[in-house]
């Protein structure tokens, strides 16, 4: 699709800040890389040298990156095509796409409604067919959320697998860039070029090169494949269609040759406070640069309503009388957290289970409560706050708009995570 009909056809969706109209980008670039004649959207927090990397925000509006991510580094040394840089919830602040300095999303598989978030914009430019995959982070669901909503995969690697050097963080002990796209090949082809040591980000794991062959070792056999489903996931979804749905996808992974073992999670209903918590600390430290000395200006000056609820807690909770009260129990219930999940999945290969709890909300629809647009994200936050992977696929529609089947693995089985993804993709 040529630049001038995307961005006509973008100019109701609204999921680019940013296209490269001059083909600046690929100047310079082989074509004969693994990722040759593929278009690649990046989400605006991770640095494309050149190019505004706004984060959606008036903070950054004028913000040039002066160098290359290491994810982007590797895109174009493998001849992917970057067309531009993509709409988010201000600061990966959001879980609805619609936070952002340069306006809300809308999602082209369910038109009228959000597409999710904070990759808001990746996600809608894949679905909507302006780019073949694209990259975006996930801080608790923020590549699986929008995967969910807009009808396509979306995948969370193993905390350090991708390197994050280049990313403008939201929480850096959760944060994590990972790939979108149409289909799950695409979306491990993307991987095999993005994740790999980097010495320049400390959380980088050095792994044997044989590793990163995600796209080439896709396997789809279901056989035997132990899934692991937690009955406490039915008590969350709010919406029984995203029910009905996700019993549907078991049912067809067990014909293939699955077996559905039940698994428990008794505290799951934690993980959302336990996240936010989390959260709402290293936000308030990663925004104390944004003084408008250096760069740009003072967050707090130009920033939305839910940046600045994030800071305004995130220093509250950070104070010394307040600290053990609240970021110090939510540390130790995220040590919980972790442990229940690895017990979960000590005799199953991967967990499955809903995306989201509910559908998208219309677009312009009023919410007061900032915990109606957390509530979005309860079930994908378990996966951050353990560090490992994720990934959604299709899982079929509801009233007509998508929601997606979500796949967890041990850490460092993305390839398991990924096949079981692939496989029912093939049903």
Do not use: W
């Amino acid at each position: 699709m040529e630049i001038k009909e995307i961005e006509e056809r973008d100019r109701k969706i609204n999921s680019f800040i940013i296209l490269d109209r001059e083909g600046v980008l690929g100047k310079g670039i082989p074509n004969d890389g693994k990722l040759s004649k593929i278009t690649i959207a990046v989400k605006s927090n991770i640095s494309v040298l050149g190019m505004k990397t706004t984060c959606a925000s008036k903070t950054l509006e004028n913000y040039i990156a002066p160098y290359d991510a290491t994810v982007v580094e590797r895109i174009k040394k493998e001849s992917g095509i970057i067309l531009g840089m993509t709409n988010m919830d201000e600061f990966a602040c959001g879980s609805s796409g619609e936070t952002s300095f340069f306006g809300p999303t809308e999602n082209p598989s369910a038109r009228g409604h959000i597409p999710g978030g904070s990759s808001s914009g990746s996600a809608a430019a894949v679905a909507a067919g302006f780019v073949d995959a694209a990259i975006g982070s996930d801080t608790g669901g923020s590549i699986r959320n929008p995967a969910s909503h807009c009808g396509i995969v979306g995948f969370k690697p193993t905390y350090g697998l991708v390197s994050r050097y280049g990313l403008i963080d939201l929480a850096m002990s959760l944060d994590q860039i990972g790939p979108l796209a149409r289909d799950v090949r695409t979306v491990a082809l993307l991987l095999d070029v993005i994740a790999g040591y980097d010495a320049r980000d400390a959380t980088s794991l050095k792994m044997d090169s044989n590793f990163y062959n995600f796209s080439k070792n896709l396997n789809s056999n279901l056989r035997d494949v132990k899934i692991g489903y937690a009955e406490e996931f039915d008590g969350l979804v709010a919406d029984n269609g995203i029910k009905k749905a996700i019993h549907t996808a078991l049912d067809k992974l067990n014909s293939a040759g699955a077996e559905i073992i039940s698994v428990n999670l008794p505290n799951l209903e934690i993980a959302l406070p336990t996240y936010y918590l989390n959260v709402y600390v290293e936000f308030f430290s990663a925004t104390r640069k944004y003084d408008g000395r250096r760069y740009g200006y003072k967050i707090e000056d130009v920033c939305g309503e839910e940046v600045l609820r994030r800071i305004l807690l995130g220093s509250y909770i950070s104070q010394k009388e307040y600290s053990n009260r609240y970021y110090r129990k939510a540390l130790q219930a995220r040590s919980i957290i972790r442990n229940e999940i690895s017990n979960s999945l000590r005799n199953v290969d991967v967990l499955l289970g809903p995306t989201v709890p509910k559908l998208p909300h219309k677009l312009d629809t009023k919410i007061d409560d900032p915990m109606v647009i957390y509530a979005y994200d309860i079930f994908t936050v378990l996966a951050n706050l353990a560090g490992i992977p994720a990934g959604v696929v299709p899982a079929g529609k509801v009233d007509g708009i998508p929601t997606g089947l979500q796949v967890m693995g041990r850490a460092l089985e993305d390839q398991k995570v990924l096949d079981v993804m692939y496989g029912f993709e093939q049903i």
